[in-house]
């Protein structure tokens, strides 16, 4: 099976503040992006290719030095290179992996927005304090770039800068919008929105 990527970037940062006349400072940012993505699989076996567009706005306040208000609305749109929901006639199975651009839970959906980011957040020079939507980047729970609108978090979350190389950082969730869905789920909904992994020693039946 071959795969063919091809990932632009336009990425752009505004900026509206006025220091001498008040501590409030206003930041607009975003970016836009195309991804295509194309696999290409043995003999018979279906082609699947999908072109998405789309990126991100976020705008946040900031308070003084310490506090900040933000949000930001992701969006990924489908452009109808191929039509998705259908499956190979042979496996009966959908992409894995261009769907992964989309929501890939409803797949009809051809363009997806989720407000991603609304967030308050307390910042000392050592310690972070954030509680809303958020997007994280950990072991566990982290971004994951490599699809149109990431993987991002609600609830509260705690950062330690030990030291320029050193961070400590814990936090409770209640909700999270796994990347490639268009929504949040509660902790438990959200496991399982994913198929198992494949391996060849696998029959085609018990996939």
């Given at each position: 099976?071959?795969?063919?990527?091809?990932?632009?970037?336009?990425?752009?940062?505004?900026?509206?503040?006025?220091?001498?006349?008040?501590?409030?400072?206003?930041?607009?940012?975003?970016?836009?992006?195309?991804?295509?993505?194309n696999t290409v699989n043995k003999g018979d076996l279906k082609d699947f290719r999908a072109l998405a567009t789309g990126g991100f706005l976020k705008y946040e306040l900031k308070f003084g030095n310490n506090l900040r208000l933000g949000s930001a609305l992701y969006n990924s749109t489908n452009m109808g290179l191929q039509d998705l929901t259908v499956p190979d006639g042979t496996t009966g199975r959908l992409s894995r992996y261009e769907e992964g651009q989309f929501d890939r839970l409803d797949l009809e959906n051809d363009a997806v927005f989720l407000l991603g980011e609304l967030y308050l957040e307390y910042?000392?020079?050592?310690?972070?304090?954030t509680l809303g939507r958020i997007k994280i980047n950990?072991?566990?729970?982290?971004?994951?770039?490599?699809r149109?609108?990431?993987?991002?978090?609600?609830?509260?979350?705690?950062?330690?800068?030990?030291?320029?190389?050193?961070?400590?950082?814990?936090?409770?969730?209640?909700?999270?919008?796994?990347?490639?869905?268009?929504?949040f789920y509660t902790i438990g909904e959200s496991i399982g929105t994913y198929p198992v992994g494949r391996s060849i020693s696998r029959s085609t039946k018990s996939l």
């Open positions: 099976m071959q795969k063919i990527y091809l990932l632009l970037f336009l990425p752009f940062l505004l900026h509206s503040q006025n220091p001498t006349e008040s501590q409030v400072q206003g930041t607009l940012s975003g970016q836009w992006r195309s991804y295509y993505m910042q000392l020079k050592k310690h972070r304090f950990t072991p566990l729970i982290n971004p994951q770039d490599g149109m609108i990431p993987t991002l978090v609600q609830g509260f979350w705690y950062k330690y800068k030990a030291s320029p190389n050193g961070t400590f950082q814990f936090g409770v969730l209640n909700e999270i919008a796994p990347r490639s869905t268009g929504r």
